[in-house]
């Protein structure tokens, strides 16, 4: 009974938390796509930037070959729809991650950027939200 209480306890932190970080833009956004060749993972945290506060977010590619591996040396092109990513043409490391920046182009801009990942025949993409605060 006691590790009952304790288990939904820390879901119920876990999910506080969660409500949290997504509200202050603390959240995270992946996808993912696929073919006979690799499989390609985006991910963005946080997935909502104040245009106001400054900050960026942390785009990561993940490549695994065919058989679930990491997969080196494979470039990836990227493109945003909003604001600036540190760089479009990035190459996998050892590890098969690849991490850039996307960073809002100026203080006015509101909107939804579509952060695109392509390599070869497969191409994944993530929302960012640029937000202002009312008030």
Same mark, same amino acid.
């Given at each position: 009974m006691r590790q009952s209480a304790i288990g939904k306890l820390i879901l119920y932190v876990v999910i506080i938390l969660s409500m949290f970080m997504a509200g202050c833009g603390g959240g995270s956004s992946s996808s993912s796509g696929a073919n006979d *060749? +690799?499989?390609?993972? &985006? $991910?963005?945290?946080?997935?909502? @930037?104040? !245009?106001?506060?400054?900050?960026?977010? !942390?785009?990561? !590619? +993940?490549?695994? *070959?065919? *058989?679930?591996?990491?997969?080196?040396?494979?470039?990836? $092109? &990227?493109?945003? #729809? @909003?604001? #600036? &990513?540190?760089?479009?043409?990035?190459?996998?490391?050892?590890?098969?991650?690849? $991490?850039?920046? @996307?960073?809002?182009?100026?203080s006015t801009t509101l909107g939804t950027s579509t952060v695109t990942a392509t390599l070869g025949t497969v191409s994944v993409w993530v929302d960012v939200e640029f937000y202002k605060t009312l008030g």
């Amino acid at each position: 009974m006691r590790q009952s209480a304790i288990g939904k306890l820390i879901l119920y932190v876990v999910i506080i938390l969660s409500m949290f970080m997504a509200g202050c833009g603390g959240g995270s956004s992946s996808s993912s796509g696929a073919n006979d *060749d +690799f499989t390609v993972n &985006l $991910t963005i945290v946080p997935d909502r @930037l104040n !245009v106001e506060a400054g900050g960026d977010a !942390v785009v990561r !590619v +993940f490549v695994y *070959d065919a *058989d679930g591996q990491p997969a080196a040396d494979k470039a990836v $092109t &990227l493109s945003a #729809t @909003l604001g #600036t &990513l540190a760089a479009t043409t990035v190459t996998t490391g050892e590890d098969g991650t690849v $991490t850039t920046t @996307l960073t809002p182009s100026d203080s006015t801009t509101l909107g939804t950027s579509t952060v695109t990942a392509t390599l070869g025949t497969v191409s994944v993409w993530v929302d960012v939200e640029f937000y202002k605060t009312l008030g």
